[in-house]
């Protein structure tokens, strides 16, 4: 149980350092929908999703206001549509009727953001997973919260390249097809390598085939706190910084674990896991960089970023672990560009470049994220830029995605402006030398040699 002492320090976490749930997210298996009839199929999804979470907004914001601790958002997540979809969908058109639908039903529940348009395309696609990918240009134009998902490798099968030349094409169209609506489709749709199947963060939230029926996966985000725990150790040498981060990590997850503990038992569904992740906001004060800079980095990205960063990252986790048997998702420190105020400053005073941030994945959570980049950078290069970080995740057995946004008319240094918690960066500079007759070759990078494990 967590006594009182516990409940006013979390309440001093919640008013001074930004402490939040950043989401409670409902993932729903959507395997008993199949069907060849589109319309039935359609008419499924959506009767299963609404009658599942239904009253998950009420519920957050019922538990929210009981125990005076943000829940800032109330998401869902579906088995990847892909797999749902391919006996009724015949043309990429079909496949985007589904997206109008699950933005419907979250509309009519009245959540934040439904993720699950996804494709598992590690060693290979089904035509079904082909057709998903050729529609999501048109489905994240014409739909407000849904979002996507490609995972294009993993440690066991390698990196499927002909997937990865595909999603280059796939998110250089979606920029341009979206580039007038309010939330650029870019910023709804990531690749993964080794994707985790109980991600309840988006854009990567999808509910994985060896997952239950339905169940309540929590994140919690503390960059905050964490950066308060930081300045109470400052000029203490890195191992006591180390035990005060781990400390702090456990008293996030401990809050985490009540909330999703009691979630899942008021919608009377699984408490599946807890993703406790340092998710930065635009907002001062709830940022990795500042973290970085306090642990004794001139700015983020200078010499000593990467080895500050795992260290931030590893006892992250241990906190977690110590404090939940739940812990699972990503759990660590995401790094997004345009989502932390540090990072955009760090862009402004080019002490990051993008080949920097593709070193700091390495060790932290995730991997290149809401980044801005040239509208005129060719798709070859995009793939590119992806299939190092796939690469990444392959070699050291761990998960790596990529979000990147190519800003239409936009140059190298210039602005761009997503709204809301996306927030905004600078056009981050990409390098000009090609790569596209590595990209034309397609086929599969093999899986590295102790993927044979058995």
Known sequence: ???????????????????????????????????????????KIYHKIYEA???????GNEISREIGIPIVNKRISVTPIALVGGAACKTSEDFVTIAKTLDRVVKDIGVNLIGGYSALVSKGMTHADELLIRSIPKALSVTERVCSSINLGSTRTGINMDAVKLMGETIKKT???????????CAKLVVFTNAPEDNPFMAGAFHGPGEGDAVINVGVSGPGVILAAAREYKDRPINELADGIKKMAFKITRMGQMVGTEAAKRLGVNFGILDLSLAPTPEVGDSVARILEEIGLEGAGAPGTTAALAMLTDMVKKGGVMASTNVGGLSGAFIPVSEDEGMINAVKQ?????????AMTCVCS??????????????????????????????????????????????????????????GCPVIDVNK??????????????????SFRN
């Open 1 to 43: 149980m967590i006594n009182l002492y516990e409940v006013t320090e979390t309440n001093n976490m919640v008013e001074k350092e930004n402490l939040d749930v950043r989401t409670i997210t409902m993932g729903i298996s959507l395997l008993d929908c199949i069907d060849s009839d589109l319309e039935k199929l359609n008419e």
């Open 53 to 59: 979470a239904k009253d998950l907004n009420r519920t």
């Open 175 to 185: 920029a341009e097809v979206s580039r007038n609506c309010e939330i650029n489709g």
């Open 350 to 358: 080019h002490s990051i470049t993008l080949e920097k941030l593709e």
């Open 366 to 423: 995730v991997g290149l994220d809401m980044i801005a980049i040239p509208g005129d950078t060719p798709a070859t290069t995009i793939s590119g830029i992806m299939a190092d970080e796939m690469a990444i995740g392959m070699v050291n057995n761990k998960t790596t995605a990529v979000r990147l946004i190519p800003a239409p008319g936009k140059k190298a240094g210039e602005w761009v402006e997503f709204g809301g918690l996306l927030g």
């Open 433 to 450: 030398f090609g790569c596209a007759d590595f990209i034309n070759r397609g086929g599969r990078i093999p899986a590295p040699i102790h």
